[in-house]
Each structure stands twice: as structure tokens, then as C-alpha cells.
């Protein structure tokens, strides 16, 4: 069952939008940004709310791959796989970070803290190698500064 | 190739040809005969250049020699377009996109259900790609569940969309959709279990590859080389869509779409794709009964003939002689009936053929005959006739409904009385926006993305006026909820503000009802082809009156386009009304006061049309009984005699369609010399005399004496040609050229290869020799299938234009000539307003798809589908009943108690309770009627 704030801020939304179908994704980012992921019983939900079948959720949410139709930690790391970054050798900070979090890319750290997602260009090329932590970039990344950074995060 | 009407030259690797305007150079080089490659193209989907495998080189003009690849599908074909189909870049191309379709493509062809009908084997061979380069490994994919009628095996897709747009886009479903992306594009549900649509069957035809297969035939798969095959036409309802019916081992295994410019077109619904396994249940007549007794051919026991399982018993092959014998006994028993009667009354069926009915109508003579349906149903279907002949407007054909521009639906739930009317009506909603987006921003027919981009959901008026909420509300501009009365009331508004000089206001001209009339008649006023929708299926003639006079007001207003739309009971409805005869409660009354001592039913279960004490009445007051069947039922329980008759699919003859379309079916299964058509049962019981001389041997004799008979049927003899018209060397094959095993095919029963059964019916043979393709008649198509072309998209090649008529015209005799010939006065009788009841609410039939049509609620799949009874009760009856949905309550409709659980149906009208008469669980009870209905007290 949604929230009732939850419930509130889709119905705000939906005002604005002419069109149910274009304020899907605006829909299923508030759910995201309350639960961290899209469950099925969400899809559900959130169709009932808007008044369409979960079909018609569903396509949406399961095409968008910032929306999470599996549960993630705690923290979500975008890993930017990106050629600017390549050429700053971001594969050998990717390896790093693989290494000490035990969890490759799409997978989540045993202790539900992390999870490691490629990405394409973050847009930070010139901090590149880059990578961005919930809302948070991270560039000219070395193993240190990401076994620094990686603390932070609890 | 004529190249009448067709305007605009276009050059295909440098050769000049005519093609008609308006098309894109796929269309255009499919009419042409040339053998394109496509996939995500659908002549009635449109083009959506989603695949990439048409693709062409175009040419700037004469003098350029490097061309540029363009999409044949989304490339209009103007004036001196030069193309090139057979340009080495443009075929390697096209051999590019098909490798990497099949990079994820199984290679399970041999075990796959669409395996020698696949449209992607075709496009692969056509193509040329034929090695597989890729080493790394295919995706895979968890399959759904998707109900009794189709399998689904996801690895098998190759992404073209046609089934989402067909499921969505063009048929309104929203329970199936596109997830994910990139490699892991899904097409499915959300979650397993049944597709919603009734009109989800269509996949099997619309999606290229073998994702959607057709689950019943999965059960006994065949390659379709090896299926006996036929033209038919369904019998699920009045509509008459053309169908193909394919048999195995004698029984049907499974009914495909065929195509008819002016009816079905492209598409079926799910009860008549699915519904004509009642042809194979168990519960079929295989022998006469007399006195309850079977005559069984001597030297035969009774076992199955198909080794395989739910075949249903018949006999094992008794000698001809033996069979022969058990036709004479019994034809002798009810001949010696007949003969020893004072007065024999026939009752026919409006779901026999017009030949059977006839049959009966000469057996019994014209004053002894009854079209079998009830008093209400008769006079329903023989104003809807009168209107149809004599009434200034026409009646359209399904296909013109698409094209209709403003509707007004008046009492019809259509999806549940004529399934393929919704998908009609789908289309036609699209036809005025999309007219629009045609002359503002020059975006051709085909363009089907531009199209829904420019009209983003728009539709044009369709206004709906029916008792409770119906599937076609969601593209209405606006719905009404009334109760019978006042929706011919509404529509006498309507024609009243169309033609206020003509017609009388209703009474208490401040009725409400005229707002919304004013706002309904100004819409159609405006239409260039406006279009009424009525029927009978709510039992009330004030509804037909009234839509006849909104049809002729608007014909009066100097529209010449407009159309009627009469949704009849059944199959043959139409048919019947045609050849005239009493009703059943005359029968009835012939019965109790006529001196009539002998009944001889045809294919009428009476206990679906009587109820139970006229039923017993019937058998009780006549003497003797004769009564002609499909099925075991309680009709054939009660007669001294029963003769096993041929279903559509064992036997030939005409049905008339509702819009008085006389169309030929055609046997497939291997005849049988016991069960045959009821008019071939009745012709060997009408022989004068004692001698073995009879009224007519042949398809042909006995339509030639209606056409001698009966001017309004004279007709029907040219609804396809017959056997005489075909010389032995052109029949059309019931077999194809590649059929194999034919002579082992029986070879478990007898090692002897039979002869192939005669066919002195049809034009058709039982054989795999015949006219070659190219001279088939339209009526004669019996399969759909081209060189190179192995699945229905074979279908362009015996089309005149893609998606336009078939070669030589569409099939099918129209009996009802122009209206222009056609002058008839306003109806009057306009009833009261209602005045509902809140005790005794007015009980109205509901209809449903899947089990309110008796046969095809005999097959297997659909009987999966069918929901049990039920009564609808508004929220307000609830509430003061204080009963909750699935609660049980004691209804009571004229002497018939029965307990029911309660639907509480929002949007129901007010003083009106909603049974679903026809369900097999659900008796005979004669709505509409005012019902009774109590709270259940705990016992
Ligand atoms: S399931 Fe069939 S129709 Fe649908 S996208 Fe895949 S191949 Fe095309
Ligand atoms: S719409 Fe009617 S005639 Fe057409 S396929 Fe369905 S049941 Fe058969
Ligand atoms: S490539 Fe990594 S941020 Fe642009
Ligand atoms: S058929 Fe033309 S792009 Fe698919």
C-alpha cells in the first residue's frame, strides 16, 4: 500500500500532467524515492492510484534502468564506464572498488550497504574517472579516494 | 495487371509500373507480386519502420547511380519513385537485419508449432541468411501462462511490436504489454493467467514467429501441409465472419481467419476462433436412436477411430453396406411416422443452414413450418428483415463500419453479441481524427506512428446507450445508462432532433431525454457517414423501431452514407426470417388446438427457447417425434427418434449474415455415410412414395429449388459456385500438394488405402490435385499459401491490391437490393418512460462472449473461459437488500425460482437487474421480465 504521503505527491503531480501516461515515471521516482525500489505490489499500486493496469506501469518502469525493479542497497553507486573515463584508466579504480566491496557491477554488498551499477557518461568527463553515489559525484577517483569515500556512506 | 484507378508510375529496377496512390513502396511492390521481406508491417496495423527489413535502395532519379537505403514501408510511392528490391547493398542489408534477429532466435523450428507457416522461416530464406556467425550464447526467457488459448515462448520473439500494437493499439486490450529493454524485451502480461481480450487469439496470425501459437491445436500439432482444409464461415454469431477450418483424423483441429474484404477482413473473435470444438465433443450424435435404442451397422462395435484422446467415439468402420442398412431402417421408422400423420409440424433453427430450414419448410409443407424461435425473437428478426429491405438506409457491412464517422450504439453490448463489431468500432473512432491529421499535416493512411503521434488518442463520436456498462464505454464520447424503453426513447429523441418536422417530440416534450438527443442528433447531423447500431438482444422491438427512424431521418437530411447496423441473434437469423414461418409458441399453439400429432425438430435444443412446461408440453401433446442433432441434449432425450446430423464442419450449405450476406461453408472432415447434413436427412425422408426416390441428392439440387422457390433467397446461389459449375479437373483441394502420409493415415484400421470420399456437394475435393492457386475463386480459398510464402502472409497474394478485395471479388451474395429502390414511413409505438420499481426491478439479458452461444460453449477451451451465473443488482439494490458481491439471493422471473449469487454492477440503470441468460448453467427464462429478489434467510 502506498503512503499517504506518497499518495499525496503523485496526486499533486497528476494535476499537472495533461496526459496519465507521461507522469508514469514522475510517479514511480517519488514511490523510488521512499522505498529505494519499485516492488511488484508498488506497479500495483501505483496503477490502482492512476487509474491504469499494471501493464501499463509496468512497461514504463521496467524500460527505465534508474528505476529499480529489485531491491538495492543502501546506497546505489554509478559507476561511469564511459570512454572519457576509460581513458583515465577508470578500469583500474572499478577493479578496486569491486575488490573491497566484494559486489560487482549489479550486484549489492553482502551487508545491504551498497550497490554497484555501471553507468554511462555521468557527464563529469573532466573529473573523469567518475562515479556518483546516490546524488552525490565523485570525480577523479584513485583507490584511496574511493576507500575514503566509501566510508562515508553508512 | 489492370491498371485501372491507378495513377501514379513508379520504377522497380528500372522496369515502370502502375501502382495506385497513396501507398508506401512496400505495399506497393507486395501488390506488384514481388517478394519484399517485412516484419513489423501489418496490412492492417500499418507501417511503424520499426524492423529495418524492408528496406530498399531508393534512386534520386534516372541518372543516380548510388541510391540511398529507405524503408519500403515508410516511403510513400510518388509519382516516378525509382526503387531497387534486388541491389546488392539493399539485399545484404536486408540479410544484416535478419542475422541479427536470429542472434537470439532459437533454432528449435523442427519442435515449434509455427515451424512450415512462419513468416520469420520465410523472410530468413528469402533473405539469404543462412549462417550463423555469432559465437556467444541466446538470451532466454520465462514463458506466461496465458489462458486456455495460446502457448507463449518468449525466446522465440524477434521484437517486430505487431503484437502490442495489435493487442493495444488497434484492439483496445490493456492487459498485455512491452516490458524492459535492449536484449531483454518482453511481451507478455504482467502476471500469468488469461489474456482479457476476446480477440487475444488474433496473435497466432499477427505475431511472426511461433511466440503465440494456438494452444487446442498444440494438443494434436500438425504441420499445417498436412491439414484437410476448407472454406467455412463461423457460426459464433450473426456477424458471419469467413473462417478456414482445418481437419485431422476426422476431427477439427483448429479454425484460422479468411480473409473477406467486406466482412472479418484480417481478424476473428476468440469464440469463433476457438469455439468450433464442439464438433469433436463427446456428447455427439454418432448413430440414429430410435426409441432411445442406437442402431448400430451390423458387424461394428463402437470404439475410437483416432487413437488419439477426447476424440470422440464413432463407429469403427462398419461395411458401407452395413451403414447403408442403418440409414434405411431409420429413414424407413420416420418415413412411416411421417406418413401415418394427421398433421407434422417442422421446427427449424435460425443456426441451420438455409438449406436444412428449407428441407424442413418442404417436408412439412410452408403452413406446418416454425423458424424455431420464440414469439419475441421472431417478430425481433423479422422487423430487423423488413427494416434492413424496405428501410431508406442500408445495411453496412462490417468493414463499412470502420469507416463510419460518428456511431450511436443503441442497446447492444456489441463484444458479447458481435465480438468482431468492437474491434469494428475501434477502428472507426480513428477515423475522423485521423482524417484530420490526413488533410492538416499530410500524414498518409499508412503512416501509423505519425498517425497516433498527430491525433494522440483522439476519437471521433461514438455514443453508447445500453442498460449497464459495455466494453466499448472506454471509446465512447459519452454513455448513457438506460433501461430498454428509454433507449428507444432516446433514440426517437434523436430522430426528432434530426427531423423535427417529421417526427412527434416525445411526450412532455421537456422529457430530459431531448438535451442529450440534441447533442447526439447534432453529432450525427454532422457526420459525413453516420452510422445506428441496434440489435435484439435486449428483446425490444421499440429499441429496432426507433433506431430504423433515426436511419431514416438521417436519410431523410440527405445523408446517402449513412448505415444501419443490425446485430441479429444467430448465425442464420437472418436466413430464416428470409424463408419465412410461424414462431414457436405458434408451433406450441398448433400443437394444443391444430390436430398437429407429429414434431420433427432440427438442430433446435428446445429447452434453451421453451420453458420447462411448454418444453414438456411439446413432447407430451404430440404423438410422435423426429428430432435432428449434433448433440446428446434433452431434446433429443425425449423423441422416438433421433437422426445424428452434420455440424458446419462435416457438412455444406448458406447462412445469411445480419447484414443479409449470403455466404457458403464447406465440409472438411471426411464425410460420413451415417451422420450428414440435416437438409440430406430431411431430403430422404420427403421422397414420395415408398421407393427410394428423393427430393434432391446434391448441394446444387436443392439450392437450385429454393433460388426456383423463393425470390428473396433466389440469391444465395451465387454466394460461391457449386459442383456443377466446377468441372472435375478444377475442383479446389481439400488437400495441399504437400500433404504426406495420406495413405498411412488410417493404416492402424485397415492397411488397404481407401478411396478418396466423393464430394458431389461442393466444387471442393477431397484430394491434394485440383485447380492450381492462381484460378481459385474468392468463396473456394481453402488455404492461404504462396511459393515462398508458408504462413497467412501469403494472404497479399490473392488480394487485388494488399488489404483491398481478393481477386475476382470478395465472397458472398448480398440479398437485399440497393436502398435507393427502398421507401418506408417513420415507425410509431414509442413506450413510456420507465418507471423503475425499486421491488420488482425489470430483469434484462446480459450477454457474454465466452458461453451465451450455445455450441461453441461446448468446446473445451472456451468452456475454461465461460463465468458461472450470476444476477445484477445496482449498488443501490445491494445496499438495500444489504446483500455484498458473491452473496447468494432468491430470484424470482415470471414462475422460475432460482438462487443466484449477486454482482453488484455500478453504472447498471436504475429499476433494472441484469441476468445472463444463455449461460449453460442458466435456464430458459424470457427477458426481459420483472424479477423478484430476496435476501436469502439462513437456512
Ligand atoms: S511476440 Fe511476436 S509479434 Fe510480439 S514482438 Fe515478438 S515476434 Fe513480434
Ligand atoms: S464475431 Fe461472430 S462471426 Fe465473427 S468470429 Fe466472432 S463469433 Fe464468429
Ligand atoms: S565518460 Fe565518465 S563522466 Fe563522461
Ligand atoms: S517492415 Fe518496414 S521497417 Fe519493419
Redesign the pocket.
Known amino acids: 500500500m502506498l503512503s499517504d504521503k506518497e499518495r499525496e505527491e503523485i496526486e499533486a503531480e497528476m494535476a499537472r500532467y495533461p496526459h496519465k501516461r507521461a507522469m508514469v515515471p514522475e510517479a514511480l521516482r517519488i514511490v523510488q524515492t521512499h522505498r529505494g525500489w519499485i516492488s511488484d505490489e508498488s506497479v500495483r499500486d501505483v496503477a490502482e492510484l492512476m487509474g491504469m493496469s499494471a501493464e501499463e506501469i509496468d512497461t514504463i518502469a521496467s524500460s527505465y534502468n534508474m528505476i529499480f525493479r529489485r531491491p538495492v542497497g543502501r546506497h546505489v553507486i554509478l559507476f561511469c564506464d564511459n570512454v572519457s573515463c576509460w581513458i583515465m584508466r577508470s578500469d583500474a579504480v572499478r577493479d578496486h572498488l569491486v575488490k573491497r566491496l566484494a559486489a560487482g557491477p549489479g550486484e549489492t554488498t553482502k551487508d545491504g550497504r551498497y550497490t554497484v551499477l555501471p553507468s554511462a557518461c555521468l557527464g563529469d568527463c573532466h573529473h573523469a574517472p567518475v562515479m556518483m553515489v546516490d546524488d552525490e559525484m565523485h570525480g577523479n577517483l584513485t583507490p584511496e579516494k574511493i576507500d575514503r569515500i566509501l566510508e562515508r556512506y553508512t | 495487371m489492370p491498371l485501372e484507378g491507378r495513377v501514379t508510375t513508379i520504377y522497380i529496377d528500372n522496369l515502370p509500373y502502375g501502382v495506385k496512390d497513396g501507398q508506401n513502396l512496400l505495399q506497393a511492390s507486395l501488390t506488384l507480386g514481388f517478394n519484399l521481406p517485412y516484419f513489423c508491417w501489418h496490412p492492417a496495423l500499418h507501417s511503424v519502420g520499426a524492423c529495418r527489413q524492408c528496406a530498399v535502395k531508393v534512386f534520386k532519379d534516372e541518372s543516380d547511380t548510388r541510391g540511398r537505403l529507405a524503408m519500403g514501408c515508410m516511403t510513400p510511392a510518388t509519382e516516378g519513385t525509382r526503387l531497387s528490391i534486388e541491389d546488392p547493398e539493399a539485399k545484404a542489408f536486408r540479410a544484416g537485419v535478419i542475422e541479427w534477429l536470429m542472434l537470439n532466435h532459437p533454432h528449435d523450428c523442427p519442435i515449434c508449432d509455427e515451424g512450415g507457416e512462419c513468416h520469420l522461416q520465410d523472410m530468413t530464406v528469402m533473405s539469404g541468411h543462412n549462417y550463423r556467425r555469432s559465437r556467444f550464447r541466446k538470451r532466454t526467457h520465462l514463458n506466461q501462462n496465458l489462458g486456455p488459448f495460446l502457448n507463449h515462448e518468449m525466446n522465440r520473439c524477434i521484437q517486430c511490436y505487431r503484437c502490442v500494437r495489435f493487442y493495444r493499439d488497434y484492439s483496445g486490450g490493456r492487459d498485455f504489454n512491452v516490458f524492459a529493454s535492449h536484449d531483454s524485451v518482453y511481451f507478455g502480461r504482467y502476471e500469468d493467467g488469461a489474456l482479457e481480450s476476446p480477440f487475444s487469439g488474433n496473435l497466432v496470425e499477427v505475431c511472426p514467429t511461433g511466440v503465440f501459437t494456438d494452444k487446442p491445436f498444440k494438443e494434436h500439432p500438425t504441420r499445417k501441409w498436412d491439414l484437410q482444409t476448407a472454406p467455412s464461415v463461423?457460426t459464433?454469431?450473426s456477424?458471419?465472419?469467413n473462417i478456414i477450418v482445418a481437419e485431422r483424423y476426422g476431427e477439427v483441429r483448429r479454425v484460422l481467419n479468411r480473409y473477406n474484404a467486406d466482412v472479418?477482413r484480417y481478424f476473428?473473435?476468440d469464440?469463433?476462433?476457438y469455439g468450433f470444438d464442439f464438433v469433436n465433443s463427446q456428447r455427439r450424435l454418432r448413430l440414429p436412436l430410435v426409441d432411445g435404442r442406437e442402431l448400430v451397422p451390423e458387424g461394428s462395435a463402437t470404439q475410437a477411430l483416432s487413437a488419439t484422446e477426447g476424440g470422440s467415439p464413432r463407429p469403427a468402420p462398419a461395411s458401407s453396406e452395413a451403414k447403408g442398412a442403418v440409414v434405411r431402417r431409420a429413414v424407413a421408422r420416420a418415413r412411416d411416422i411421417l406418413h401415418g400423420s394427421r398433421r407434422a409440424i417442422g421446427i427449424g433453427s435460425p443456426r441451420a443452414s438455409v438449406e436444412s430450414n428449407y428441407a424442413l419448410r418442404s417436408l412439412v409443407g410452408p403452413d406446418n413450418f416454425c423458424d424455431g424461435m420464440t414469439s419475441g425473437e421472431h417478430r425481433l428478426v423479422g422487423m430487423m428483415k423488413d427494416i434492413v429491405a424496405s428501410g431508406p438506409v442500408r445495411s453496412l457491412s462490417l468493414a463499412e463500419v470502420e469507416r463510419a464517422d460518428v456511431v450511436l450504439v443503441l442497446g447492444e453490448d456489441v463484444v458479447n453479441t458481435?465480438?468482431?463489431l468492437d474491434l469494428a468500432l475501434r477502428q472507426a473512432v480513428r477515423t475522423r481524427p485521423e482524417a484530420v491529421a490526413e488533410q492538416l499535416l499530410r500524414i498518409p493512411l499508412w503512416d501509423d506512428r505519425a498517425k497516433r503521434e498527430a491525433t494522440q488518442g483522439k476519437q471521433g463520436p461514438l455514443f453508447v446507450a445500453t442498460p449497464y456498462p459495455v466494453s466499448i464505454d472506454d471509446i465512447a464520447v459519452k454513455s448513457y445508462r438506460l433501461s430498454p424503453d428509454d433507449i428507444a426513447r432516446l433514440a426517437q429523441a434523436v430522430a426528432y432532433a434530426i427531423d423535427p418536422e417529421g417526427i412527434a417530440p416525445l411526450v412532455g416534450a421537456a422529457d430530459p431525454l431531448h438535451v442529450v438527443a440534441e447533442t447526439i442528433g447534432g453529432s450525427l447531423g454532422l457526420a459525413a457517414r453516420p452510422l445506428v447500431i441496434a440489435g435484439a438482444s435486449l428483446g425490444s422491438e421499440a429499441i429496432l423501431r426507433a433506431a430504423a427512424n433515426v436511419a431514416t431521418a438521417l436519410a431523410k437530411a440527405g445523408k446517402k452514407d449513412a448505415g444501419l447496423f443490425l446485430v441479429a441473434p444467430e448465425a442464420n437469423s437472418m436466413g430464416s426470417a428470409l424463408l419465412g414461418g410461424m414462431s414457436l409458441d405458434e408451433a406450441l399453439e398448433a400443437v394444443r388446438t391444430g390436430g398437429a400429432d407429429t414434431v420433427v425438430v432440427v438442430e433446435n435444443d428446445l429447452t434453451s427457447r421453451l420453458k420447462e412446461a411448454s418444453f414438456r408440453a411439446l413432447f407430451d401433446s404430440t404423438k410422435h417425434s423426429i428430432v435432428l442433432d449434433f448433440f446428446r441434449n434433452r431434446t433429443t432425450e425425449l423423441a422416438e427418434i433421433v437422426l445424428p446430423v452434420a455440424t458446419f464442419a462435416e457438412s455444406s450449405g448458406t447462412f445469411v449474415n445480419n447484414e443479409g450476406r449470403a455466404q457458403r461453408f464447406f465440409e472438411v472432415v471426411n464425410p460420413d455415410e451415417i451422420v450428414s447434413a440435416s437438409w440430406k436427412w430431411l431430403g430422404l425422408l420427403s421422397g414420395r412414395g415408398t421407393g427410394e426416390e428423393i427430393a434432391w441428392d446434391t448441394l446444387d439440387d436443392i439450392i437450385a429449388r429454393i433460388s426456383e422457390d423463393l425470390p428473396a433467397l433466389a440469391a444465395i446461389g451465387s454466394a460461391a459456385p457449386g459442383a456443377r459449375d466446377v468441372p472435375q479437373v478444377h475442383r479446389v483441394p481439400r488437400d495441399s500438394h504437400r500433404v504426406s502420409g495420406r495413405t498411412a493415415n488410417v493404416a492402424s484400421l485397415t492397411v488397404h488405402e481407401p478411396p478418396p470420399p466423393r464430394d458431389l456437394d461442393t466444387p471442393l475435393s477431397y484430394s491434394m490435385e485440383g485447380s492450381p492457386r492462381g484460378r481459385i475463386p474468392s468463396s473456394l480459398i481453402a488455404r492461404i499459401w504462396a511459393p515462398r510464402w508458408n504462413s497467412v502472409q501469403a494472404l497479399t497474394r490473392f488480394q487485388e491490391e494488399v488489404g483491398g478485395p481478393l481477386k475476382g471479388g470478395d465472397p458472398g451474395a448480398l440479398l437485399f437490393g440497393p436502398a435507393s429502390d427502398r421507401t418506408r414511413a417513420y415507425f410509431d409505438g414509442v413506450p413510456e418512460a420507465f418507471a423503475p420499481d425499486p421491488r420488482r426491478p425489470l430483469a434484462v439479458a446480459i450477454r457474454h462472449v465466452f458461453g451465451s452461444e450455445p455450441l461453441s460453449a461446448l468446446s473445451r477451451s472456451v468452456s475454461e473461459r465461460i463465468p458461472s451465473r450470476y444476477v445484477g443488482i445496482t449498488p443501490d439494490a445491494a445496499r438495500s437488500l444489504a446483500v455484498a458481491d458473491g452473496e447468494r439471493v432468491e430470484v424470482t422471473v415470471r414462475d422460475l425460482r432460482m438462487e443466484l449469487p449477486v454482482r453488484i454492477m455500478a453504472g447498471l440503470a436504475e429499476g433494472l437487474c441484469a441476468l445472463p441468460e444463455g449461460l449453460p448453467d442458466m435456464p430458459y427464462v424470457g427477458l426481459p421480465a420483472p424479477a423478484g429478489i430476496l435476501k436469502r434467510t439462513a437456512p
Open positions: 463461423c459464433g454469431c456477424l458471419g465472419c472479418n476473428l473473435c469464440r469463433g476462433r458481435a465480438p468482431l
